[in-house]
């Protein structure tokens, strides 16, 4: 873009003037590359020559800014429009109040949109969507239903959007038999439900552990044709259950995928492996791994780094080192991470010269030694009394201009 400013100022140099077209494409390439003072300074200057920007030129804009969390500079840009002439369509009055909503400034919001009529703008099914869906992404289902009732007395009946914004915010409420109740009106006033609605009810019913009628729901898309909801979406409901502890909750998750036929992959066995070692149900993390093997999906770094980590962290060094083993006999290489677990490991169980040794295999291999790992190995040594080898391999770490950290200064400190 720098060069195509030089070659506009060229342009007004040769008294050659550019034109609508010529800032247009300014302003767009501005806004596309995120740098909206620029395009707003391009804006400017081409309505300062008197340039009146089109409609769309108009509105593009605008949207670019809402985008970007400048609804503020977007109504300055929507009451200039006004102000040369050029009267906002519906279109940019959408534009501004998504902008709105999606800012949260609701007072603004409807302000805007009570002032419509006055301009002579009725307002359709998208703008009371645009509307809906603002409330509704905040969970502010009361608001966003006054809003639904508005618009069906002003004629419109809502649509599969409607319906999805409001089911999919009372499925991350919580609300699950108001957001079955709107499903059914959805049904019964002859709307199709969609994958979103689908996908959010689901979500909705495993995360508040009613799996019977997550099951029932996924096999009624199944018998509608619709596409059975894939491996990402469960691993992800997988994920965030372990994330909160609830490991039963999301080993039922992994259940439910395999009675309705997928197969769980690499990605949900691990975290499913991740979450009861972080739980410290080391035995379980076991069975999920032999399952993982029964199922002839590889175990990779990732997988063994875990359960490494779980035993190491359980005080159970010696069955995380014969992991470790088996892990190089599958060829599968231990990372910088899987080396500091282990270091920390023995260093914790009190075996330095282990530690020592696995510390020179490491180098050996090729394996980077990061800072986090010197951190772990100096504490290792300060902890065990060897803090005459710590202060050697500080000093040698200065020698090598290595960056330390607050921790590697906190830990030489607390030694001395």
């Known amino acids: 873009m720098g060069k195509a400013e030089l070659f506009l100022r060229r342009m007004v140099?040769?008294?050659?003037?550019?034109?609508?077209?010529?800032?247009?494409?300014?302003?767009?390439?501005?806004?596309?590359?995120?740098?909206?003072?620029?395009?707003?300074?391009?804006?400017?200057?081409?309505?300062?020559?008197?340039?009146?920007?089109?409609?769309?030129?108009?509105?593009?804009?605008?949207?670019?800014?809402?985008?970007h969390g400048k609804s503020k500079e977007a109504t300055e840009i929507f009451f200039s429009m006004a102000a040369k002439g050029n009267k906002p369509n519906i279109?940019?009055?959408?534009?501004?109040?998504?902008?709105?909503?999606?800012?949260?400034?609701?007072?603004?919001?409807?302000?805007?949109?009570?002032?419509?009529?006055?301009?002579?703008?009725?307002?359709?099914?998208?703008v009371f969507n645009i509307l809906i869906d603002a409330y509704a992404k905040r969970g502010l289902i009361d608001e966003a239903v006054l809003i639904l009732t508005e618009m069906r007395g002003h004629g419109l009946s809502p649509d599969v959007f409607t319906y999805s914004t409001l089911v999919s915010a009372l499925c991350r409420m919580g609300k699950l038999a108001d957001a079955m109740d709107k499903f059914s009106e959805m049904i019964g006033t002859g709307v199709q439900p969609g994958t979103v609605?689908?996908?959010?009810?689901?979500?909705?019913?495993?995360?508040?552990?009613?799996?019977?009628?997550?099951?029932?729901?996924?096999?009624?898309?199944?018998?509608?044709?619709?596409?059975?909801?894939?491996?990402a979406f469960f691993s992800s409901?997988?994920?965030?259950?372990?994330?909160?502890?609830?490991?039963?909750?999301?080993?039922?998750?992994?259940?439910?995928?395999?009675?309705?036929?997928?197969?769980?992959?690499?990605?949900?066995?691990?975290?499913?492996?991740?979450?009861?070692?972080l739980v410290g149900e080391m035995e379980k993390a076991c069975g999920v791994f032999d399952a993982m093997v029964s199922a002839v999906v590889e175990p990779d770094v990732i997988t063994y780094s875990t359960l490494v980590s779980g035993y190491c962290k359980s005080g159970r060094i010696d069955d995380g080192l014969n992991l470790f083993t088996e892990m190089l006999h599958k060829k599968v290489k231990p990372t910088t991470v899987t080396y500091g677990t282990i270091l920390d490991g023995l260093f914790r169980a009190g075996r330095t010269v282990a530690a020592k040794k696995m510390l020179h295999e490491m180098v050996e291999c090729g394996t980077t030694v990061s800072l986090s790992t010197y951190n772990i190995i100096l504490g290792g040594l300060c902890r065990n009394d060897c803090t005459d080898e710590a202060i050697v391999l500080f000093q040698k770490l200065g020698a090598m201009?290595?960056?330390?950290?607050?921790?590697?200064?906190?830990?030489?400190?607390?030694?001395?």
Not at 19 to 33: K, Q
Not at 97 to 125: P, Q, T, W
Not at 401 to 416: C, E, Y
Request: net charge neutral; glycine share 10%; hydrophobic share 40%.
């Open 401 to 416: 201009n290595v960056k330390l950290d607050i921790t590697t200064l906190n830990t030489m400190i607390d030694a001395m």
């Open 197 to 231: 609605v689908y996908h959010s009810l689901i979500q909705g019913f495993c995360t508040h552990g009613d799996l019977v009628k997550a099951k029932e729901l996924v096999y009624e898309m199944m018998n509608k044709g619709s596409p059975c909801p894939n491996i």
């Open 237 to 277: 409901i997988v994920d965030s259950l372990c994330k909160e502890g609830r490991v039963m909750d999301a080993h039922h998750i992994f259940d439910l995928v395999k009675d309705i036929g997928e197969r769980p992959g690499i990605i949900m066995f691990n975290t499913l492996i991740d979450g009861y070692c």
């Open 91 to 126: 279109i940019t009055y959408g534009i501004l109040l998504h902008g709105y909503g999606n800012e949260g400034s609701f007072v603004d919001m409807m302000s805007l949109f009570n002032s419509m009529k006055g301009n002579g703008i009725v307002a359709n099914r998208q």
């Open 13 to 67: 140099d040769n008294s050659v003037q550019p034109d609508r077209v010529t800032y247009t494409s300014m302003i767009h390439g501005y806004s596309t590359l995120g740098r909206w003072k620029e395009a707003t300074k391009m804006f400017r200057e081409m309505t300062g020559r008197g340039l009146i920007p089109n409609i769309v030129t108009w509105n593009s804009f605008m949207a670019y800014l809402c985008k």
